[in-house]
């Protein structure tokens, strides 16, 4: 159970009984500290070497870093360490070098449980105000002192002298405290053992599942760096969650998108930016996820992807024409893998050639001598049911026209001396892309004109995605300047979400009916709101790094990004670490068990290798067991109708899709240390595994009734809560454990002549798990364009009622979308448990209704729902 402090300060008694002695307060407040004197090791270092006095280094060392808020306190401590007389010539160099100005705070109460601190003078630049505000609202602020202020949520201090921000939650009880440092930093101290996680992605620890910071440090910056024999992301999203089962819990987002550094060490944490404010919005939470649904309100809920997303797209760097790629699509066929669509890497517009300033780099026009007739082949796929998306990068090659025309419109990083493009690479040489320039996202007319001039002849044609590369950026000129005259490390952080931005507006423009999707390998705060995913980059081919990309994919939701994803099977081959006779065999089961973990928890599920070479296979058919990976990709098509109902969720109320399993289950303390269980939605749970020849998988069960998803079977949890769970099955195929908790409500598709679709299913399919008060709506719409955002889409709400010898299921649906099935029969495969016999089974509709129970399995049929009112279907037992 939760427990919350409840020992209230003298001073809540009097806020919560209405004391009259308290006086409304302005919602902001400016304050000015106290000079002191802080003593670092470098001016000390310098002073010894200038006036010949060695001893100084070591014996002033215990006071570095230490604040002293009086002269005279300053003093006495040097005098207490030299153990002699200081000179007056002596103390007043250390006193100079040490005297620190005094800090100045803003504070602002924004909502009731939201606060804003400023240290220092420093602005945050209009162009990193990345969270709309504006719906916060604060019901009301008491002002208990000087510096003392109450909300309905919190109690603040400040200290006069240091200027710390002590944070109360309404219990009384401390969540934290806020105290300047550096120019550009701050400190954060609290009493109690708090879990943390967010902050974007870093991979450091290979092999380890767990992504929360504590007692690391976070160098957040857009980057990608080499990991484990691949190449990973660093992406800055600067927010966050601090988690406790104990207290309240609180995240807190720094208003900085400059880069930034994050030191955690157990109940302090330190945090210096390279540049710019030290503002932090600070919020308090009775649980994780309230925060995080505040967060997304602030940063912007996700679009909705296109339905195909959902399901597989093949990709791999590269497909050299069209006959290679229709090569890998036949035999999926052939082998009945459902597939929605596929990825191209560069070499549809020509591919590169390095420092080549003729290189394709920056033409996004098609190669018509391997890709030919692009219009048709794009066609026909469709009618295949297969989508495509391409790749572009912001890289142009100088020998091209549309470099000459960026230049001349100065839509171009500049050189500052010139004014002309600037070459990338600043000693004058190329990169492996070619040679040229880059182009300038931060210039809004360079956005409208390349996606009209580019993208938008692509999207007419049918291309359903954009795939954004290289956007961190990956490399660049540290000299050029940007629209405004800004520097680079001005947009460095903000360069793919300019990118992003971009093409969504295009889409806005244009009035394309079609949806925004971008994949992209970087980006920061916000980026969800234009219909971007992630990936973890270009990732080595072990399971080490798959583990750690797994813990990563926490901190990413909890920045705001649900679908993030990965090359499945690993980019980079060499880093699969394992040569001669063993490397096939530990090659295929890193990409067995990588394909299903990517089929639970990846959007979309996209293999993807290097295969310059044409000796590499990523398609699931050639790699890895094809057994198991049919039955997984199985699953993944199986569940999109309740995959695709969370995306709605999301998109409506900011709710995660998936979660770490404390996240869901707040309250129990045994799951915080529990890092490789994950929630699908909050109904459904799964334990994963990146590690070679693993057999099996320990799994604790939340407290409650649990299920087997595949089978129905009820767990037998009541002798212990964690059980030892089997990864292959009775046909020596691996899966990933899948379950259900009691109540869950599932929307599932069927296969037809062992083929699987994305498609809306003609008729609705309900996996029910075991008796229990609960609802769920299932959302449907044409699934492609933007029309759900003007009301185009069908709610089916699905609710269970539980009574002592009885249960309903009552089903009605709400709203219309062009296409939608007209007319829909009702299947429902309700797993009971053992101990329940069904009697009698009737309903309020027309027609008739079927069922049998076989075991512990009830399974019911209704040949047509009605299209309007509530359907109702009544079992007694």
């Known amino acids: 159970m939760r427990r919350k402090t409840v020992l209230y300060g003298a001073l809540m008694t009097a806020i919560l009984a209405g004391c009259t002695n308290t006086e409304q307060a302005s919602t902001t407040e400016y304050f000015e500290g106290t000079a002191s ?139 934290n405290q806020l105290c300047p440092a550096e120019a550009t930093g701050f400190t954060l101290h609290t009493d109690h053992d708090y879990h943390y996680h967010g902050l974007g992605q870093e991979f450091q620890k290979a092999g380890d599942l767990d992504g929360r910071w504590n007692q690391r440090t976070r160098h957040a910056g857009n980057k990608m760096e080499g990991f484990n024999g691949g190449a990973t992301g660093n992406t800055i999203i600067p927010i966050l969650y601090g988690a406790s089962p104990t207290q309240s819990d609180f995240a807190l987002y720094l208003n900085n998108l400059y880069s930034s550094e994050w030191q955690f060490d157990g109940q302090e944490i330190n945090v210096k930016a390279s540049k710019g404010s030290s503002e932090i919005i600070v919020m308090v939470a009775h649980k994780q996820k309230e925060l995080r649904k505040q967060f997304m309100q602030l940063s912007g809920k996700p679009l909705v992807p296109p339905r195909k997303m959902f399901g597989m797209w093949l990709s791999e760097y590269g497909f050299d024409n069209w006959a290679e790629m229709d090569s890998k699509l036949a035999t999926l066929r052939d082998n009945q893998f459902p597939i929605d669509g596929v990825v191209m890497d560069l070499q549809w517009f020509g591919n590169v050639s390095g420092n080549d300033p003729e290189s394709q780099m920056g033409s996004l026009t098609w190669d018509r001598e391997n890709f030919p007739q692009p219009e048709q082949k794009i066609a026909q796929l469709k009618q295949q049911g297969i989508g495509m998306v391409l790749i572009e990068e912001s890289y142009v090659s100088q020998g091209l026209d ?102 969504y507006q295009g889409y806005q423009n244009n009035d394309v009916d079609q949806r925004p999707f971008m994949m992209s390998r970087s980006g920061t705060t916000g980026i969800q709101k234009f219909g971007a995913s992630m990936w973890s980059a270009d990732i080595g081919s072990n399971l080490t790094s798959l583990a750690t990309h797994i813990g990563q994919q926490t901190n990413m939701m909890l920045s705001g990004i649900d679908y993030y994803g990965s090359d499945i099977g690993g980019f980079h081959r060499k880093g699969l670490g394992v040569i001669g006779e063993k490397k096939q065999a530990a090659l295929d089961e890193t990409y067995t068990q990588w394909f299903a973990y990517s089929s639970l928890f990846d959007v979309p599920v996209r293999p993807h290798t290097e295969n310059l070479c044409n000796c590499k296979e990523t398609a699931p058919d050639r790699i890895g067991d094809r057994e198991s990976n049919r039955n997984n990709l199985a699953l993944r098509y199986e569940i999109i109708p309740y995959l695709y109902s969370l995306a709605h969720h999301a998109h409506q109320d900011g709710e995660a899709i998936f979660a770490p399993v404390s996240y869901e289950f707040s309250e129990d303390s045994t799951l ?100 229990a008060n609960n609802a769920f709506t299932l959302v449907e719409d044409d699934g492609k364009t933007t029309d759900y955002l003007h009301g185009a889409k069908r709610e089916t709400q ?56 076989s075991g512990d399995q009830l399974y019911v049929k209704l040949a047509q729902l009605p299209e309007q009112g509530e359907t109702t279907i009544t079992l007694e037992f």
């Open 402 to 503: 549309e470099f000459k025309a960026l230049e001349e419109k100065g839509y171009l990083a500049k050189d500052p001396e010139t004014g002309l493009g600037a070459n990338v690479n600043p000693h004058g040489g190329g990169s492996w892309w070619g040679k040229g320039g880059m182009i300038d996202w931060s210039n809004p007319e360079v956005n409208a004109y390349w996606h009209d001039w580019k993208r938008q002849p692509l999207i007419d044609m049918g291309i359903m995605g954009h795939w954004t590369d290289l956007g961190e950026p990956e490399m660049y000129n540290h000299q050029a300047r940007y629209f405004g005259d800004q520097a680079h490390d001005e947009i460095h952080n903000l360069f793919n979400y300019y990118w992003l931005e971009g093409i």
């Open 672 to 771: 915080y240390d529990i890092q490789h269980q994950k929630m699908i939605g909050n109904q459904l749970m799964s334990a994963v595994v990146a590690e070679l020849d693993a057999k099996d998988v320990t799994v604790a069960f939340p407290q409650g009734v649990w299920f087997d998803f595949r089978t129905g079977t009820k767990m037998d949890t009541l002798k212990a809560q964690s059980k030892t769970i089997d990864l292959y099955n009775e046909n020596h195929q691996y899966q990933l454990p899948l379950f259900a908790k009691q109540g869950a409500i599932i929307p599932v598709s069927k296969s037809s002549a062992g083929q699987w679709t994305s498609e809306v299913p003609q008729d609705i399919t309900l996996k029910i798990f075991g008796f």
């Open 37 to 175: 004197y802080q003593l670092n090791a470098a001016d000390v270092f310098r002073l010894a070497k200038q006036m010949k006095q060695r001893d100084l280094v070591k014996s002033l060392k215990p006071l570095y870093g230490e604040s002293y808020y009086s002269e005279e306190a300053f003093k006495s401590a040097i005098s207490t360490r030299l153990n002699r007389e200081v000179s007056d010539e002596l103390y007043e160099e250390l006193k100079q070098k040490a005297l620190v100005a005094p800090q100045v705070l803003s504070l602002e109460f924004v909502a009731d449980n939201t606060l804003r601190v400023r240290f220092g003078h420093e602005q945050v630049p209009l162009q990193q105000k990345l969270l709309d505000m504006s719906a916060l609202t604060l019901s009301g602020l008491d002002k208990l002192g000087k510096y003392q202020w109450a909300t309905s949520s919190l109690v603040v201090a400040v200290e006069p002298t240091t200027l710390c921000v002590k944070i109360q939650d309404k219990q009384g009880s401390e969540v």
């Open 798 to 853: 699905i609710t269970t009622r539980v009574f002592d010898s009885s249960a309903t299921l009552s089903i009605e649906s709400l709203g219309k979308y062009q296409g939608m099935p007209s007319s829909r029969a009702l299947e429902v495969n309700w797993s009971l448990g053992a101990e329940v016999q069904v009697s009698r089974i009737s309903s309020n509709a027309e027609q008739a209704i079927t069922w049998k129970q």
